[in-house]
């Protein structure tokens, strides 16, 4: 079955995140969606000049907004690649400041290797000093790697508390080995810890309806 070019780039865009005009890391973009306000953008690469590896620079990663269904937050992304014995290490910071407290943040990531290779993307958030969620995600060929790549990976990275604002840390790290490493997207999401009152207001109507099954039941029994 052949499928025409067109019909296949549709397809693949259907799949991908809405995200706006992105912006390179380097102009330091403030970013806001759905209360939040992303800021103070950092990056470092190692090595910057090895043409076996990209980046080369800062300036081509790219970084937007992000709103699929139920998902909210920042899109990375650019053509992060090592090949045979080279490595390419990316270290990106930012800040977000959240109008509610936020209880768990969201690591999306594309890895794949190709022969001998790995791909990793590894997160720490901190609140001030200390901090307070971390996280891997690896795919490759070394023994305890995740070999499920391709597929855009999701994991929760469940904070010690809730926090209106956070710094975050990202290092990509791709080691070609003697194949190859590969990602392109990597997207961060985040998850409001439920208010106080919402939580009252579901209890409070959970007892609700169980006075009424309760009342329901007593007044079965006295019938028959």
Do not use: W
């Not at 990209?54 to 699929?68: A, F, L, M």
């Not at 975050?168 to 070609?176: H, M, R």
């Amino acid at each position: 079955m052949h499928f025409s070019k067109k019909l296949i780039l549709a397809a693949v865009a259907c799949l991908a995140p809405v995200v706006g005009h992105a912006a390179p890391v380097t102009m330091n973009p403030t970013l806001k969606v759905d209360g939040l306000t992303f800021g103070n953008f950092g990056c470092v690469i190692e090595p910057k000049n090895d043409p076996a590896t990209s980046p080369s620079k800062c300036s081509s990663i790219n970084v937007d907004t992000k709103t699929p269904p139920g998902t909210t937050g920042i899109h990375f992304s650019d053509g992060f690649f090592a090949s045979g014995t080279s490595y390419k290490d990316v270290t990106l910071t930012y800040q977000v400041l959240s109008n509610s407290p936020i209880s768990s943040i969201g690591l999306g990531f594309d890895g794949t290797f190709f022969g001998e290779g790995i791909s990793s993307v590894t997160e720490k958030v901190m609140s001030g000093s200390t901090t307070v969620g971390f996280a891997q995600v690896v795919c490759g060929s070394l023994p305890g790697a995740g070999t499920n790549c391709g597929d855009h990976k999701e994991v929760s990275i469940p904070l010690d508390g809730s926090y209106y604002s956070l710094y975050v840390e990202k290092d990509i790290y791709l080691n070609g080995l003697s194949g190859s490493a590969v990602t392109s997207n990597i997207d961060q999401t985040f998850t409001d810890a439920p208010e106080p009152g919402s939580t009252a207001l579901l209890g409070s109507g959970l007892l609700a309806v169980a006075g009424l099954l309760r009342r329901r039941s007593i007044l079965g029994m006295l019938k028959k």
